[in-house]
């Protein structure tokens, strides 16, 4: 599937509600990597994380008819705050779906942004089982946090203002835990640069889509805890990402929860920006390969700064 149009429209859809955030050239990494490194500043994004531009896409783009009836999704994180926020901005009801013994600093930063909090099941599995239940049911929108082509192209706007920003990327190095700001963002960037070098990264600890691209199909594999947390769980079966994903990515990279919680503390501390974990876990595969990368102009995106203090003082700790 071509994305380009979906995304130019994205881009028209959500520009006057998303932010278009900085592309930063890094003094410390380019010196220290021997290259030219570049970071994508989505923990500047107004829910602090890139996922707020596939909810507005897909939420922006409801007929009215769907905006009266309201949507609902499933989540105890960034795309639970993205969809509220997106929501709010539409006027349009806003129901998520959360598993009991969810942090309540996570829920506080849903329903700060207007949803109504439903507590069902252990676990998000449950949780988002019963959110889409009750959406056939009941006639609302579901909001998936990935399998969706208008939430697709909204991440991919990400890539567009990436293409705006800088004349050429050799390399861009994205974390991959759904797939959809992979699939977006990399689908436009290898259309305007079709030879950068696309890198996508997971945490050892949950790479469902890395070991299903691996073996060829959708693997249902259970995740461990990891500081990753944005990028953990499965993948849909028959996901729209998944054909997307082994298509653009070049090279694929594992990194260690040791690996992760070094490369925020180096970020942190010569940044001077939070970030969350599945954002260290970009950092920290682009440390891994540097050896790969001497003389290259690399992006990274950073794709979220929301991170719990308790989190936060395990990580410098």
Not at 86 to 97: D, G, P
Not at 192 to 206: A, L, M
Not at 245 to 254: A, F, K, P
Request: glycine fraction near 8%; charged fraction near 20%.
């Amino acid at each position: 599937m071509d994305f380009n149009k979906h995304i130019l429209d994205a881009v028209s859809r959500i520009s006057n509600f998303a932010r278009e955030t900085t592309l930063s050239r890094s003094e410390y990494f380019s010196r220290e990597m021997n290259a030219q490194v570049y970071f994508k500043l989505e923990n500047q994004q107004v829910t602090g994380s890139f996922k707020v531009r596939g909810a507005l896409n897909k939420i922006l783009s409801l007929t009215e008819s769907e905006k009266r009836r309201g949507v609902l999704s499933a989540s105890t994180g960034n795309h639970g705050a993205a969809v509220a926020h997106a929501s709010k901005e539409a006027n349009i009801e806003c129901n998520i779906y959360v598993p009991n013994r969810s942090s309540e600093a996570k829920i506080s930063n849903i329903r700060i942004r207007g949803a109504k909090i439903n507590v069902f099941g252990d676990d998000c599995i449950e949780a988002e089982e019963k959110a889409r239940e009750l959406a056939q049911i009941n006639g609302f929108t579901y909001v998936s946090p990935y399998n969706d082509v208008q939430v697709i192209a909204g991440q991919g706007t990400l890539g567009f203002e990436i293409k705006n920003q800088i004349d050429a990327l050799d390399v861009i190095i994205i974390s991959v835990g759904g797939g959809g700001l992979m699939a977006g963002t990399a689908s436009y960037l290898r259309s305007k640069w079709p030879k950068i070098r696309i890198v996508g990264c997971s945490p050892e600890n949950s790479a469902v889509m890395i070991h299903s691209m691996e073996a060829g199909k959708i693997l249902n594999l259970e995740s461990l805890p990891t500081l990753s947390d944005g990028t953990a769980g499965g993948v849909e079966e028959n996901s729209l990402t998944f054909p997307l994903c082994c298509d653009l990515i070049d090279e694929t990279v594992l990194v260690s929860e040791q690996e992760i919680k070094e490369a925020m503390v180096i970020y942190m501390q010569n940044e001077h920006q939070l970030i969350e974990g599945a954002a260290g876990t970009a950092i920290a595969a682009l440390l891994k390969i540097k050896n790969q990368l001497k003389g290259k102009r690399i992006g990274v995106v950073i794709c979220g700064g929301n991170i719990a203090l308790d989190i936060l003082r395990e990580v410098i700790n």
